[in-house]
């Protein structure tokens, strides 16, 4: 069973940036893949960005592509989503997950097999 924490959300006007953090127990980190998706109020959870194992391939949706980096540290347990240029309609609970399978599904909420408990992020006009 893995553990995830999320943290990092809060309130910032649009422009601004964030860091979210979610940190991992247990010793197996580095096997798996890790995501970050949003789900806003009354929509769906949606896919906002992933990193392969290794932190060598990174995956975003289009709607945050060249704003939002992820990065892992396999050393801390940990992985980031540092959100820049932020707009209000990046205003959502943002969840962590990891995923162990051998052929990853980046994108696909059910393909993940852990999640946190979620950090809130509003972003004000």
């Known amino acids: 069973q893995v553990q995830l924490v999320e943290s990092g959300g809060g309130l910032v006007q649009a422009g601004g940036s964030l860091r979210l953090s979610c940190a991992a127990s247990?010793?197996?980190?580095?096997?798996?893949?890790m995501g970050w998706f949003r789900q806003a109020p009354g929509k769906e959870r949606e896919f906002a960005a992933a990193i392969s194992r290794n932190g060598a391939n990174t995956y975003y949706a289009d709607s945050v592509k060249g704003r939002f980096t992820i990065s892992r540290d396999n050393a801390k347990n940990t992985v980031y989503l540092q959100m820049n240029s932020l707009k209000p309609g990046d205003t959502a609970v943002y969840y962590c997950?990891?995923?162990?399978?051998?052929?990853?599904?980046?994108?696909?909420?059910?393909?993940?097999?852990?999640w946190g408990q979620g950090t809130q992020v509003t972003v004000s006009s």
């Open positions: 997950g990891t995923q162990s399978r051998a052929f990853v599904i980046y994108t696909d909420y059910g393909a993940y097999d852990y």
């Open positions: 247990g010793r197996t980190f580095s096997s798996y893949a």
